[in-house]
C-alpha cells in the first residue's frame, strides 16, 4: 500500500484516552482496506507523527493524509502541526503530505455531537 | 427554564479554538428551546463550570446535565470534573447534577469522524 492515512490526536496519560481513537482507526480502516490507517500522538504518547511516518516510508508509502482528531483548532494545530508537517516534507521530499481541518470543524461531526447532547438530556449516570 | 446542558469543554488560549464549541451549543439550543444551553472550560476560557452553574442556579434552574465536549476520557473527566461535580452537589444541595460519558465515546459521534477521516482521502488543503 503506497497510501497512508494517519489519526493525529492529542495524546494523555491515562492509557484509556485512546480507546475513542483506536475504535475510530478500526472503524476507517474496514472501510478503507486498500490504505493503511494508524494514529499518532501530539505528547504523552506513542507513535509520534515523526515515528509514524517514517515508518510507513520505509514500508513504502508515498502519500500520507493526516487528519487531527481535535475538536477545536488552537496552538497545537496552529503551530506544532504545520511544524511537524513542514519537517516532514523536508525530510522526505518524494512523499506527498495532505492535511484537512480538524475532526470537531466539520458539520456531519457536530450534528453527531448535538444529538448526543440532546439524548443527554433523558439519560443519566 | 428549570432545567440546564452544559457543554463543557477542555478551554484553549487561541479565541478560534471555542468555535466548534459554539456551532454545537446553538445546534443544540436551537432544538431545545425548553432548555437552556450554555458552555463553560476547564481552563484557560471562561465561564469555568462553577461560575456557569451560579449564574444558572440564579435564575433558578434546579436541573443540570453537564455534557463533557471531549473525545478521550483521560484525567480532566476521570479526576478533574467529578471533583468540580462534587464541589457543586455540596454547594447546591437542591440541585440535580447529571453527567454522561463524553462525546467521543458516542458511537453515532465515532461514525461521524469515521465519515470525515474517508472523506479526507479525496481532499486537500
Chains 1, 2 share one sequence.
Request: net charge negative; hydrophobic share 50%; aromatic share 6%.
Amino acid at each position: 500500500m503506497d497510501k497512508a492515512l494517519i489519526l493525529f490526536a492529542h495524546g494523555a496519560r491515562a492509557p484509556g484516552w485512546a480507546a475513542p481513537f483506536q475504535r475510530l482507526r478500526e472503524l476507517t480502516a474496514a472501510r478503507r482496506p486498500d490504505v493503511t490507517v494508524s494514529l499518532a500522538f501530539l505528547e504523552l504518547m506513542t507513535p509520534s507523527l515523526p515515528d509514524e511516518v517514517a515508518g510507513l516510508v520505509a514500508r513504502g508509502v508515498r502519500e500520507v493524509t493526516v487528519v487531527p482528531v481535535f475538536l477545536g483548532q488552537g496552538g497545537h494545530l496552529l503551530r506544532d502541526l504545520p511544524q511537524l508537517l513542514e519537517g516532514l516534507h523536508t525530510a522526505y521530499p518524494g512523499v506527498a503530505f495532505t492535511t484537512v481541518a480538524a475532526v470537531g470543524e466539520d458539520p456531519g461531526v457536530l450534528a453527531a455531537m448535538a444529538e448526543y447532547c440532546l439524548s443527554a438530556l433523558g439519560a443519566t449516570v
